[in-house]
């Protein structure tokens, strides 16, 4: 992790390829927001229950819920390819909304499509349980492919 100063306060943070930004269950008191580059979200992250959730690129916005919250990431985010970040602590947060005031109708929406996305994922989840089945790896690698190739496009 390499670090620069974007202004008096916020730093210019960057990851390489496949590094782990922001760990499930641990609690990181930080937001950021993507300058370059592209990360994937992950609930289960290295687990036999791992899923891909989103892919998220420039001007997305990550680690509100344990900046706001105070509470461990719900959440892994892994580095999809080298990435570039504003890092935003909580004091820097009434000057980050002063300067990017567009930026909170970004976070507030990667918010509520998080949120929707987890529940189609648990949705599917519960379905398989109830059929007494495992989720198939085969499909949740399918599933994988196609959200990294239409988020990365779309970004």
């Given at each position: ?111 509520a499509g998080m949120m929707s996305t987890m529940r ?9 349980l109830e059929k007494g089945k495992k989720p198939d ?19």
């Open positions: 992790m390499e670090e620069k100063t974007a202004n008096k306060k916020s730093k210019i943070i960057s990851f390489p390829q496949d590094s782990i930004v922001l760990k499930e269950g641990d609690v990181n008191p930080d937001m950021y927001k993507i300058i370059k580059g592209h990360a994937e979200v992950y609930v289960g992250y290295g687990t036999d229950n791992e899923a891909l959730i989103g892919i998220i690129g420039p001007r997305a916005c990550f680690g509100e819920y344990g900046l706001l919250l105070k509470k461990p990431a719900i959440y892994t985010v892994v580095a999809y390819s080298d990435l570039y970040l504003l890092r935003i602590t909580e004091g820097e947060m009434a000057d980050f909304i002063q300067e990017n005031h567009n930026s909170i109708i970004t976070i507030m929406r990667n918010m189609v994922q648990i949705d599917l989840l519960i379905k398989d790896t085969v499909t949740i690698q399918q599933l994988r492919r196609s959200m990294r190739g239409y988020s990365i496009y779309e970004a």
